[in-house]
């Protein structure tokens, strides 16, 4: 078996199966998001500012957990979102924390941890948005077949 009968059988399975890869690093980042979330509570200021804080990442922990599920099933449109959320992640990382939040501890924690949230929602993001690129022609071949 060559290496394009081999890449054939691999695209073709993924009709067959979950995108397992991709469904466990999106659920990771909404651990990860968890996790900050309970982080940057302890170390802001108890204002308005905190409950506008808290209502975003509890909207934002109910999206990933979205985004997981829509990924696993190939879903192109949750895809993207991913990768619109990890990059959401980096800018909060690096402009919305240290400008806005302001923090007064644990600041380098709370920007690591918004960097591996970013990084693998584009990671899962892109994985999945490859693997849809390369079912396209099968599904037009089968969408062919089926009329």
């Known amino acids: 078996m060559n290496s394009a009968?081999?890449?054939?059988?691999?695209?073709l399975t993924t009709f067959f199966q979950d995108n397992a890869k991709a469904y466990t690093i999106t659920l990771c980042s909404t651990?990860?998001?968890?996790?900050?979330?309970?982080?940057?509570?302890?170390?802001?200021?108890?204002?308005?500012?905190?409950g506008i804080i808290t209502f975003l990442n509890i909207t934002l922990l109910f999206t990933l957990f979205t985004a997981a599920v829509k990924i696993k099933i190939y879903s192109k449109k949750w895809a993207i979102n991913a990768i619109v959320i990890g990059v959401y992640a980096l800018i909060r990382a690096f402009i919305i924390?240290?400008?806005?939040?302001?923090?007064?501890?644990?600041?380098?924690?709370?920007?690591?941890l918004n960097v591996i949230l970013g990084i693998l929602l584009i990671i899962a993001g892109l994985m999945t948005i490859k693997v849809i690129k390369q079912r396209k022609p099968y599904l037009s071949k089968m969408e062919n077949v089926n009329e």
């Open 5 to 11: 009968e081999f890449n054939e059988k691999s695209i």
């Open 31 to 50: 651990l990860v998001e968890l996790w900050y979330t309970l982080s940057i509570l302890d170390v802001i200021e108890v204002n308005f500012l905190m």
């Open 97 to 112: 924390i240290p400008v806005v939040v302001k923090p007064y501890a644990e600041l380098s924690f709370n920007i690591i």
